[in-house]
T-cell receptor, first 113, second 110 residues
């Protein structure tokens, strides 16, 4: 158990819908990272937050947005869902410092029908 | 060409064999991570390296910064080592995002 929690574990929804994925980092970790793992693209970095502020952005679509709240939990919002958004979405957290190990949550498996 | 290349893509071996998985990258990095992803999907961070060699149990990871190459070795392999092993690099430029290799699927037969 990495100490990072993600909810829900599974999510099935329809095209055009909007969903919210939630992540709680390990105690003391200030950074939260979101990743997408699809069958054809592998793992891709989406976005990073550090202590409530956006720190880095990767291949995140405009239909997707994220935020980190004062209690450091983070949410990833996916809207106008398409079939191709079906994937595993991982959240990871890391402690303060320049280069630190990332601890991954169990992931949310999203299926868009 | 991908910034991070792993080889082999698939590897099947017998229990007890010595396993080597390779990772080459073409960009400047501040660190390299080895991750393990089990069939259930969960990802575990095995190592983070910026130089030299690290060992944890039967796993050894090495990195050669000049050659832009890293290897993950498993000694006395066991069926429970069966998983996908993923190399990821943290870029020097472009903040702190990780760029991932495509993964190596390892199967250890009893």
């Amino acid at each position: 158990d990495s100490g990072v929690t993600q909810t829900p574990k599974h999510l099935i929804t329809a095209t055009g819908q909007r969903v919210t994925l939630r992540c709680s980092p390990r105690s003391g970790d200030l950074s939260v990272y979101w990743y997408q793992q699809s069958l054809d693209q592998g793992l891709q970095f989406l976005i990073q937050y550090y202590n409530g502020e956006e720190r880095a952005k990767g291949n995140i679509l405009e239909r997707f947005s994220a935020q980190q709240f004062p209690d450091l939990h983070s949410e990833l919002n996916l809207s106008s869902l398409e079939l191709g958004d079906s994937a595993l979405y991982f959240c990871a957290s890391s402690p303060p410092g320049a280069v630190k190990t990332q601890y991954f949550g169990p992931g949310t498996r999203l299926l868009v029908l | 060409k991908n910034e991070v290349e792993q080889s082999p893509q698939n590897l099947t071996a017998q229990e007890g064999e010595f396993i080597t998985i390779n990772c080459s990258y073409s960009v400047g990095i501040s660190a390299l991570h080895w991750l393990q992803q089990h069939p259930g999907g969960g990802i575990v961070s095995l190592f983070m390296l910026s130089s030299g060699k690290k060992k944890h149990g039967r796993l050894i990871a090495t990195i050669n910064i000049q050659e832009k190459h890293s290897s993950l070795h498993i000694t006395a392999s066991h069926p429970r080592d069966s998983a996908v092993y993923i190399c990821a690099v943290r870029l020097i430029q472009g903040a702190q995002k990780l760029v991932f290799g495509q993964g190596t699927r390892l199967t250890i037969n009893p």
